[in-house]
């Protein structure tokens, strides 16, 4: 016989428990209807539980409760009118309400990078317990969902001392999230895991009673979703440690396309050859011009700077490189632009004043609208910072892009975009930009040249239409 390792933990023994509000399943809510609330309110809802979600954005909860996502998410839209008609779900910005409501609390505010630092701030976790707590009347469980340094449920859970009284019995919990822009939705529903950070049977409980919706709808599927019961700091740390993970992976094949450029290898077929090892795997193995978004480069920053504070610092300091790396790329896509257009590198840079690029991609994935830290964008930036005329175009992410980068001419078609441009950056994977025509764009350019960020473009079939194609980390 052979036995599996690591070796598979038993389901843990939970209790069975009685929501304060009285109700047969526990009232959910859930604190800052961002990316991560806005998908779980109504996920829960759609899972069957009773949901509020509560925000102190007026504007964004009353589009919410008119029906409308304020975020480009594949499916998310049919869901939060389902279950507003169904009565199950609603918004509210009346922190008193929602702390009458709820039996579990999941705080799902932003905790962006400091102004003043690489750490991660604290102060809308902070607001959003506090005023919740000060307004609980019954014993409750504040659940963070929020990605936060290590220790920060401990502080929670003082905080809530501080502001409710002892006999009402508040109890804190840490719960992370794994969801991905763009997948949002499933990865709420069917999750490939569930990590509880619980200090008591009760929370443990209630929090299992809060979550077996989403172990019900495995079991109707036919699947298991495991679950890790743990202490707080394994919990929060679980979170930043996948996020770490991925985003070093990421790096380390991006590190190989640097030494495929340097040598003459192409680093496609170079991930393709090491991903069939189920050891490595051939998931997050994509070359390109890196990571971005609102979690993994603001994430791995943050983890650096509390294991610093906690005198664990060298441990994380490879991540400092992972940044690096994935900074780097940015700029090899402006060198490679550069050497296209026939364009010298100086000290501050290339100068490309006199020619037009078209970029394609601004968002820092396909299938999202979100351009935070996106890479292609920042590319974007540098082109234009170096005097290029530059057209951006985006199937879904212009609106956002222009306000955060208002100074790119921004286009509503890939055809406005390419036309008459002496390069084409393709920066962002979507569909559209996969399975674009080379021979029919290669009629409205000035120049066939091509910059593939994503290594998406079938390469020979561009070459064949005439295109001048460049990849990252290929010959
Ligand atoms: C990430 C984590 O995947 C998710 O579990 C966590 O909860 C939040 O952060 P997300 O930010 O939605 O999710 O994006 P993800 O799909 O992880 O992609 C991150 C970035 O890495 C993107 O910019 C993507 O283009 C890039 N990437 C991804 C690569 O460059 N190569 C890859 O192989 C995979």
């Excluded at 598979?8 to 604190?31: D, N, W």
């Excluded at 983890?303 to 005198?311: D, I, M, P, V």
Aim: hydrophobic share 45%.
């Amino acid at each position: 016989m052979t036995i599996p390792y690591p070796n598979p933990q038993p389901m843990p023994v939970i209790p069975a428990v009685t929501p304060p509000s009285g109700a047969s399943r526990p009232r959910v809510t859930f604190l800052g209807t961002g990316y991560l609330g806005a998908t779980y309110a109504i996920c829960y809802a759609e899972l069957g539980y009773e949901v509020l979600g509560f925000d102190v954005d007026a504007d964004k909860i009353a589009k919410l409760n008119a029906g409308e996502v304020p975020i480009h998410e594949p499916g998310l839209d049919e869901l939060l009118r389902r279950n507003l008609a169904a009565g199950r779900l609603r918004f509210s910005t009346d922190i008193g309400e929602t702390a009458d409501f709820g039996d579990v609390h999941f705080i799902c505010v932003g905790t962006p990078q400091r102004a003043d630092g690489m750490g991660a701030d604290l102060s809308y976790v902070e607001a959003s317990v506090t005023s919740l707590a000060q307004r609980l009347t019954r014993k409750a469980l504040i659940v963070g969902k929020s990605t936060v340094p290590v220790g920060t449920a401990e502080w929670v859970e003082q905080l809530v001392g501080k502001h409710t009284p002892t006999d009402l019995g508040v109890e804190v919990a840490w719960s992370p999230e794994f969801l991905q822009e763009g997948f949002a939705v499933d990865d709420v529903l069917r999750p490939n895991r569930i990590v509880v950070g619980v200090k008591s049977e009760w929370a443990n409980g209630m929090l299992y009673a809060a979550h077996k919706g989403v172990f019900d709808l495995a079991a109707t599927e036919d699947r298991e979703v495991p679950l890790v019961v743990t202490d707080f700091a394994t919990a929060e740390l679980v979170k930043v440690a996948a996020n770490a993970f991925l985003a070093t992976k990421i790096s380390f094949i991006n590190a190989m396309a640097e030494v495929c450029e340097a040598s003459g290898g192409d680093v496609t077929q170079l991930a393709r050859a090491i991903g069939y090892d189920p050891r490595i795997g051939n998931r997050f193995l994509q070359a390109g011009l890196g990571f971005g978004g609102a979690c993994l480069p603001k994430d791995i920053r943050a983890f650096q700077a509390r294991a610093q504070e906690l005198g664990a610092g060298e441990a994380l300091r490879f991540l400092h490189e992972v940044d690096l790396i994935n900074l780097r790329r940015r700029t090899r896509v402006l060198q490679l632009a550069a050497d296209l257009l026939g364009r010298r590198s100086g000290p501050a840079g290339p100068d490309l004043s006199g020619t037009r690029i078209a970029v394609l991609g601004a968002t820092f994935k396909p299938n999202t609208d979100d351009v935070r830290d996106a890479p292609a964008l920042a590319v974007a930036a540098l082109l234009h910072k170096a005097g290029a005329d530059v057209h951006v175009f985006d199937p879904q992410g212009v609106e956002n892009a222009r306000r955060a980068v208002p100074e790119l001419q921004y286009e509503a078609t890939i055809t406005d975009a390419v036309t008459d441009t002496d390069l084409v950056c393709v920066l962002t994977e979507w569909a559209d930009f996969r399975n674009a025509d080379p021979v029919a764009l290669g009629e409205l350019v000035a120049g066939r040249r091509v910059v593939d960020g994503r290594n998406c473009l079938d390469a020979a079939l561009w070459t064949q239409a005439g295109w001048e194609y460049r990849g990252l980390g290929r010959p």
